[in-house]
Structure formats: C-alpha cells, structure tokens
C-alpha cells in the first residue's frame, strides 16, 4: 500500500511539474509581438474596380458655396453600375464644376472642385470616397473620336458602413462623356483594404 501511495504521489508530483511548464494559454507570459504581422492578420487587401453609367439630373447655378469657391453651378450626377466586392451599386455626385481651365494641363476645358460622395452597395453597405478635384480634358488621342471629354483624378476611400467600415485605400478615375450617347461614364480601378470579419 505504501508503495502504491508513493507511485501516486510521485505522479502527482509529475503532472504539477508538467503542467507548470506548459505555454500559457492566454499569452501573458509571451514576448510583445510586431503590431504590424497583427496588422496583417485583420486586414485584407484585394483588387477593386467600379463601372457606372450616369444621367446628369441637375444644374444649379445659384449655389452659393460653388460660386464663393468660382465655380458657376452644382452639377448632380446620378449614376448606377457594378463594382467588386458590392455586386450592383448606386452613387450621386454633386460637386461644384465650370470653373477656369488649368494653365497646367493641357487641353483643359474646365475645373471642378473638390467632393465627397458614397458608393452604396444593394444590401445597404456603403464606401465613402473623397476626391480633390481636378479639370476635364478634350478628347485627345487616347480615347476614341466619340469621347468629347474626360477626366482622370484619384479617389481616396475614407471608410464605409457594414462589410466596408474601416475601409480605406485609393482607385484611378477614368471618367468621361460621348457624343453617341447621353451619358456620363465611369471606370475606377485600384486596391482597397477592409478589416476581416466585417460583414
């Protein structure tokens, strides 16, 4: 019996010493880590791109704050389309435009200002954007003989709502009018980063 309570002893005494020297499960005893391979872990980054067609359905011109900035009138742009990740979207410009050609850039035929707009998914998920303005441009050799002008400028993804909220990131505007038909076309490309979990 002695014996037995010593080998039962001596076990104990094993599983304590064992258990003592495993990792600790909840990481306190572990070395701080590089915040940015934690970084890495939530956030994804994935190729991103925006096609929409859109109807001008407004014109202001007694816009105050367009014409205490120079530019003449408020033009509404409503416009729907597809982009990655959101399936079928829909967006709104307003943004104050018409002003003075850039001396810079050649073959600008006008100015528009700075703006933020939202592109909003069909569940309701949203991606904010700003953009900071910039000037249309004649159609040159770039585009077909159809395109009348166009306008090239960056849009900085500022956040968003449901799958998109902690969003960030940047897409190429690639946008442009024609004389075929009555609407304003709109092709973004870029990268955008989005938190892992968001849904």
Known sequence: MKTLRKILL????????AACNKKDELG???EPYDMSLKKAQVEVTVPFEVNLLG??????FDDLECLDGGYP???VVETSGNATHMGKVT???AFCTGGPPDPDIPNSVYTFAASSFELTAANGDKLFLYNGGGAAILGTNAYPDYV????TSIAIVTGGTGRFEGASGELQMNDYCTSIDDYTHHHWTGEITLIKGKK
């Open 10 to 17: 001596l076990m104990a005494v094993f599983s304590i010493i």
């Open 28 to 30: 306190l005893n572990e």
């Open 55 to 60: 109807e001008i359905t407004g014109l202001i």
């Open 73 to 75: 009138v408020r033009a």
């Open 91 to 93: 967006l709104t410009f």
């Open 148 to 151: 009348t002008d166009y306008w």
